[in-house]
């Protein structure tokens, strides 16, 4: 399902990983669209390629990585078939991204100022003064909610703690993130007081900014309250996608439904039992629904052939034989 104002467009992207083994079958398939000034997020457990479609989108793979098959497009322009240059505009211009790890993100043998101030210079359109870089340093360290911005540029990563070193990674971001801002995990390696602040940070600044945003995350409360449409992602394929309130209150897939019901409610109710079993292996994945080994519904189609996207309510759709009336359609 593409939006008409699409900003980004990914486009039935397989990507494939080497391992001692062979090749490791992550993504198979994926389809995801990204409307301008609209907050998207990608939802599932960990290693079911979240992470994987966002650096494919922005061509950051490991060495190990290639893309198998696939279109992604930015304002209609294909990234993949991009030139470094053209690549190097995008990413300096447009688009920039907060990683998971906030200590990996930052060069632990520069301060924040040697660090910052390149990415200014590098970011910027003309000739700037060192007075320049350094009042537009200080401000993208306001912007960030970063008290004292000069002590924070003298600074070295290890003199400042996880909060502070994420919020310096925002800043960083802020500095090229024009029109879309992808958010891999930001709060993931910090506390829950922390990350709610970090994520109240972010949402005011999106809004402010009106930017595009993608959020990654397993905290499935963090993505319900921040964006308005969500992709639910599981073994390398999308499973479901639909307005936010609607998956969360109504979801359709059986690994939606089982992904939502086995978070602990503040209600009580007893104790979550999770989702039994395991992801599929990514070498041998299954040939028909990757969630065929686990799901209580399967039919013997769901071991032969993937299930397409089938529509389940307004804007709502998703891949399940159950939805299918060839196959006894389950409203």
């Given at each position: 399902?593409?939006l ?10 397989k990507v494939?990983?080497k391992v001692?083994?062979g090749w490791?079958?992550?993504l198979?398939?994926?389809n995801i669209?990204?409307?301008?000034g ?5 939802i ?5 390629g979240?992470?994987t ?10 060495s190990?990585?290639?893309i198998t098959?696939?279109k ?9 078939e ?12 447009k688009?920039s ?5 906030p ?8 301060t924040?100022k040697?660090?910052?101030?390149d990415i200014?210079?590098?970011?910027a ?21 970063l008290?004292?911005?000069?002590r ?23 500095i ?6 992808v958010?891999?995990?930001p709060g993931?390696?910090l506390d829950v ?5 970090i994520?109240r ?10 930017l ?7 905290a499935?409360?963090t993505?319900?309250?921040?964006v308005?449409?969500v992709?639910?992602?599981y ?9 936010t ?19 602990p409610k ?6 979550p039992e999770?989702?039994l ?51 006894g359609?389950?409203?």
């Open positions: 399902m593409f008409n104002t699409s900003l980004v467009q990914v486009e039935d992207l494939e990983y001692y083994e490791l079958k992550v198979n398939g994926v669209s990204v409307g301008k609209e907050k998207v997020g990608i599932g457990e960990s290693a079911c979240k992470t479609t966002v650096k494919s989108m922005l061509r950051l793979l490991a190990n990585g290639r098959q696939g992604v497009t930015y304002e209609g322009n294909n990234v993949l991009m030139s470094r240059g053209e690549l190097t505009h995008l990413r300096r211009k688009v991204m907060i990683f998971q790890d200590s990996a993100a930052l060069n632990p043998v520069f924040i040697e660090q910052m101030y200014i210079r590098i970011s359109d003309e000739r700037l003064s060192t007075s320049q870089v350094h009042e537009r340093a200080v401000g993208f360290l306001k912007q960030a909610a008290p004292e911005p000069d924070i540029l003298d600074s070295y990563p290890f003199q400042l703690s996880g909060g502070m070193k994420q919020r310096v990674n925002i800043a960083f971001a802020l090229s993130a024009n029109e879309l801002l958010a891999d995990e993931t390696s007081t922390i990350e709610d602040q994520m940070l972010l949402k005011q600044i999106v809004d402010e900014r009106g595009s945003i993608i959020l990654i995350s397993h499935l409360g993505v319900k309250n921040f308005d449409r992709y639910v992602m073994a390398g394929t999308i499973v479901e996608e639909g307005p309130n609607q998956v969360f209150n109504d979801p359709r897939h059986p690994y939606t439904r089982m992904l939502i019901d086995s978070i503040l209600t009580g109710g007893g104790v999770g989702i079993g395991q992801v599929p292996s990514y070498l041998t994945p299954p040939n028909g629904c990757r969630f065929v080994t686990r799901c209580p519904y399967k039919m013997p189609v769901c071991d032969s052939a993937m299930p397409a996207l089938y529509s389940v309510g307004d804007g709502q759709v998703a891949a399940c034989y159950l939805y299918d009336e060839k196959h359609a389950k409203k």
